[in-house]
């Protein structure tokens, strides 16, 4: 139950942070979605950082790299978990599956995006 609330309270404190960084960034007049751009772009070096201190030093206990990884960067972005994930599978010498991963997280996501879209228009 302790895990369950440190990844809760880390998820809300990414969520409220992804938050305000919409709100300090407003989308652009040019249609460039600057906010989710940087929020995708700082989640996966926050995740990065955190999970390399965790892992190669004693500064972050497990349950600390639970909030922060999981909770906070979970609520932020899950991009960030995506990037990580990537990065694990190209360290292990699992290049294909890297691509594979990305390339179809990217298509798949699109696919079920424009889906439900359709569905929904279907439902009204």
Known sequence: MKNVLLVGAGGFAGSV???????AVPFSGTGFPFATFAVNLLGSFLI????ELALSTTLLSP????????????GFTTFSTAMYETGGLMRDGEALYASLYVAGSLAGGLACLFSGTLLAKLWQ
Request: charge should be positive.
């Open 48 to 51: 990065g950082f955190i999970s």
């Open 17 to 23: 942070a992804r938050y305000l960084v919409a709100l």
């Open 63 to 74: 349950e600390a790299r639970l909030l922060l990884t999981t909770g906070f960067c979970g």
